[in-house]
């Protein structure tokens, strides 16, 4: 994100060599390479594992293009993987994953320090990883903290500025920072008072173990801020991003108040699901209008798709694991449906602007690489990661396989960093994400691996409360004052001030914002409205709201070898995680899966899929409004399996029974998770067994499938036949020899252009027309916009030029499927009230008539994206900037956001986990 030119890097003075505090001590000796290590471990996470340069070596960059050393070293094996697959062999694992094991091999240390006596850390010539071995566990987190700094010390510095929606203050006052400024304020609007309230919290919350995280904490502050005191005092340890951005004295210190806010950051945008009752709510009012009551109310429930039961789960060994089951009638009185348009939705505070040049009109004048950079951290995928886990049981080697990662983006350096930890209580391996990483989130300990997925279950909700004035006066929608437990109080505003001037990084002209947002003892307020005249606020919750960093106690059992020997331990372990997460585990014998989360006991009666009124009675069981605690489901009541056969997940439903949260209207008959299907059913169905290679090959083939190709083309070929108009006959036949060879998006032979380009192009420019083609007549065009603000009708690998690399995790293809298979009268389960395709609004339609009619619509619509041409789909800004405009592989290539001034290239577009583990563990403890 800090991309300067060399005229900005030339202004400022290059550092002088100094001695090196705090480096060169004596401290324990580091384990032998392996050392308690089961073997079986690989990984890899691009672009690389350092993220620091200094001014000189930034200037270097700029020069001529030489890197830091580490700093790109992953990228070509993460990219190459690609061109590898569905052939890849056991032998050639090595090119694509590197050696995970516990240490460093006798000779291959590239640096040795100790920052203080009881700690080492040791960094390994292949790929710079840090391997951190401490006498003392408080010597451990100290080391983990100094290495965090030495490898993202402006990165975390980012992150703690952004989660206290202080961006614009820190790096400039670009479009970009404002608007993340804005969101995060919307999601987690903190005080400094409750950041604090969280660090002290802890113990009291969480006794003893609550106390170690605590300790661990000031620990791990303790390191960051050593690495700090020598950077200011050494230029060559200073980040040379904060001359760019007028900071040359560098960061302030870190506190413990900064892991809560960059806690709230990563758990806000990963792990929360939920408190869509607004939207769903206007769509069923719309519904309604267009339907009347009854009808309108089961179309609704076609497109909530709470239940269906075709959606591909990750739980399939007939185990149900109901929650949510909420009545079709809700009970009397519970129900908080605003008057037809009157709902105004809060989608983020409100914002005031002042600036000594209009920001309106001169953002794009004043934009420079680091406004686009940074504006780019806004791009994260809907949801995150994939798993592939297979059982002892169908593996070649007898051992469980596992092959997964989170899917978080990718970033330069990357928004994960890599660590080896042994400590007391400590004996972990892999990658967390920075400044929030005392332990290891995702990766492996002596003799076990471990992911996630993003769960996204229901963990937030929505209530009314009246508005009231405290004079006794009528009150109107725009009322400070509401009731609650029989007072009329006021809300709690939080504002948060930002003030910016211009850098060498950023030119926007000097300004300020100041951010608004509301509180209530129940949520923040989301909306405002009447209901029978009355008006009200609503407001959401969510159970990990001033619980950001609870989580941690979760991830200290993983990490420590005496608390984790089996399945049943690290699902006992993964418990304690509050965020929505899916958690995969494999050792040399078993295999595990659990899902994690606060999910909240609600009351029997109201239908929680829309908002209830704040009344004691419809409030979380056992809600206690002073520490946003509840009761919880108990640990039996979340989907888990051990030893189940193989097991996928790329963000689908979990099991039978666990409804789709309000936020999640795409699990129904197709998902991405198909795809990972696809490639691994085949490979173990029966009595065989497959190799870890096979594993690697069913992921990554997976990864440039068009879902939309693959999954629903058969369905519009039944459905069209062979059309006599010539345009539509060569569309159709381009499109069908696309998928005969598995609807890939991918160039193998390097030549610049996707194999079956012109399928690709037409298909590009088809889906948005097919869709509203097939559902729009019937719905018409209100109820179908409102539905597409709660799912989008695609997630296209360009990402609306975000260029994310994730793509298929929300759209209209289930509901293409089950409407066209009903069409032409294929089983379906869950029926649909109706047939949208082909159907009129109103009135009888017979089979035949409703067949002609879809023909028709998807004729038409087929015919005019045929003549859509390349140059108007793949119009891009970052294509522009490569001079490959209009260039179809280009506007699905992967970008790696610069959060500093060392870019990467573009690699060819890769539906795959950020950071990964490949996994076939050889031994037991």
Same mark, same amino acid.
């Given at each position: ?38 073997? /079986? ?86 790929? /710079? ?15 983990? /903290? ?633 719905? /018409? ?145």
């Amino acid at each position: 994100m800090l991309v300067i030119c060399s005229s900005s890097w030339a202004q400022l003075p290059l550092p002088l060599p100094l001695p090196l505090p705090g480096v060169g001590g004596s401290g324990p000796a580091p384990q032998p390479y392996g050392a308690n290590d089961g073997g /079986g471990f690989r990984n890899i996470l691009p672009p690389g594992e350092n993220g620091f340069d200094n001014a000189a070596q930034l200037a270097a960059f700029e020069a001529n293009g030489t890197r830091p050393a580490h700093n790109n070293d992953q990228l070509g094996m993460y990219s190459n993987l690609l061109y590898a697959v569905p052939g890849l062999t056991a032998a050639q694992i090595p090119n694509y994953f590197k050696d995970a094991t516990f240490g460093v091999r006798s000779g291959d240390a590239e640096s040795t320090e100790s920052p203080r006596s009881d700690v080492t850390i040791v960094r390994d010539k292949g790929f /710079g990883v840090p391997h951190i071995y401490g006498s003392t566990r408080a010597g451990t987190m100290f080391g983990v /903290g100094y290495a965090t700094a030495e490898d993202r010390l402006f990165f975390i510095d980012i992150l703690r500025h952004l989660g206290r929606a202080q961006l614009t203050s820190f790096a400039g006052g670009a479009p970009g920072n404002q608007a993340f400024d804005a969101e995060q304020w919307a999601t987690a609007p903190y005080t400094e008072a409750d950041l604090t309230k969280q660090v002290n919290q802890f113990t009291q919350l969480y006794g003893n173990d609550g106390a170690q995280v605590a300790d661990d904490v000031v620990n791990f502050v303790a390191g960051i801020n050593q690495y700090i005191a020598e950077a200011r005092i050494d230029p060559l340890k200073m980040p040379g991003e904060y001359g760019a951005i007028g900071k040359p004295q560098g960061p302030d210190d870190f506190k413990p108040e900064d892991l809560i806010a960059i806690a709230s950051l990563v758990g806000g945008i990963f792990g929360n699901g939920g408190g869509g009752e607004l939207g769903s709510t206007q769509v069923y009012e719309a519904a309604q209008q267009r339907f009347g009551k009854k009808a309108g109310a089961k179309v609704w429930r076609d497109f909530r798709e709470a239940e269906d039961p075709e959606a591909p789960t990750t739980v399939h060994t007939g185990a149900k694991f109901p929650y949510e089951n909420f009545p079709k009638k809700a009970a009397r009185g519970s129900a908080a449906l605003p008057d037809p348009g009157t709902l105004k939705t809060t989608l983020g505070p409100s914002i005031s602007h002042s600036s000594s040049a209009s920001n309106a009109t001169t953002a794009s004048a004043h934009r420079t690489p680091l406004a686009d950079g940074l504006q780019g951290l806004l791009a994260f995928p809907h949801a995150n990661s994939n798993a592939l886990v297979v059982s002892a049981a169908h593996s070649a080697s007898g051992h469980p396989l596992a092959v997964f990662g989170p899917q978080v983006a990718y970033f330069a350096p990357e928004i994960l960093m890599e660590e080896d930890v042994h400590g007391p209580g400590i004996d972990a391996r892999g990658a967390a994400f920075p400044g929030v990483n005392l332990y290891v989130e995702l990766g492996h300990g002596d003799d076990y691996a471990w992911s996630a997925t993003s769960a996204g279950q229901d963990i937030a909700d929505t209530w009314a409360l009246p508005l009231c004035d405290p004079n006794g006066g009528r009150p109107t929608t725009t009322s400070d004052y509401y009731v609650y437990k029989g007072s009329c109080r006021q809300m709690e505003t939080l504002t948060r001030s930002n003030n910016w001037t211009p850098s060498l990084a950023d030119s926007t002209p000097a300004g300020s914002e100041t951010l608004t947002a509301q509180r209530t003892p129940l949520g923040l307020v989301s909306g405002r409205a009447t209901i029978k005249g009355r008006p009200v606020i609503y407001v959401t919750d969510r159970t990990t709201y001033f619980h950001e960093v609870d989580s941690a106690l979760g991830f200290k059992d993983i990490n420590d070898p005496n608390k984790v020997r089996d399945p049943r331990d690290f699902q006992a372990a993964m418990s304690k995680v509050g965020y929505a997460f899916n958690w995969f585990y494999a050792d040399d014998k078993h295999t595990a899966y659990f899902n994690s989360g606060n999910d909240p006991v609600r009351p029997r009666g109201p239908n929680y899929n829309l908002p209830v009124w704040g009344d004691q009675k419809w409030l979380w069981k056992g809600f206690d409004d002073q520490l946003n605690t509840a009761r919880y489901i108990p640990f039996s009541h979340h989907p888990q399996v051990i030893d189940q056969d193989w097991m996928t997940s790329w963000n689908n439903k979990q099991a039978p029974g666990f409804r789709a949260s309000d936020s999640q209207w795409g699990y129904g008959p197709v998902y991405r998770s198909q795809m990972l299907d696809e490639g691994l059913k085949p490979r173990v169905a029966g009595s065989k067994k497959t190799t870890l290679a096979g594993v690697i090959n069913a992921m990554e083939n997976a990864g440039t499938v068009d879902m939309r190709a693959d999954r629903l083309l058969p369905l519009a070929f039944k459905i069209l036949g062979n059309p006599k108009n010539s345009t539509a006959a060569q569309a159709l036949a381009e499109l069908k020899a696309w998928h005969a060879a598995g609807s890939h998006r991918i160039d193998r032979n390097k030549d610049g252009h996707y194999d079956n380009s012109d399928a690709v192009r037409i298909m590009d420019a088809w889906w948005p027309l097919w869709v509203r083609a097939e559902f729009g007549p019937v719905l /018409g065009s209100d109820l179908f916009d409102k539905i597409e603000n709660v799912v989008s009708l695609d997630n296209p690998p360009n990402n609306g030029g975000q260029h994310l690399g994730s793509a298929y995790q929300d759209g209209w293809w289930g509901y293409v499927s089950k409407d066209l298979r009903r069409v032409i009268g294929r089983r379906e389960r869950g029926k649909y009230s109706r047939v949208y395709c082909g159907t009129p609004y109103r009135g009888r339609h017979t089979h035949r008539r409703t067949l002609r009619g879809c023909r028709a619509e998807l004729l038409n619509s087929l015919i005019k994206a045929a003549r859509t041409p390349a140059s108007q789909l793949y119009q891009d800004d970052v294509c522009k900037a490569q001079k490959r405009e209009g260039d179809q592989a280009c506007y699905d290539d992967v970008m790696f956001r610069p959060l500093g001034a060392v870019t990467q290239p573009l690699i060819p577009w890769i539906n795959r986990p950020t950071f990964q583990q490949v996994v076939d563990v050889q031994s037991h403890r």
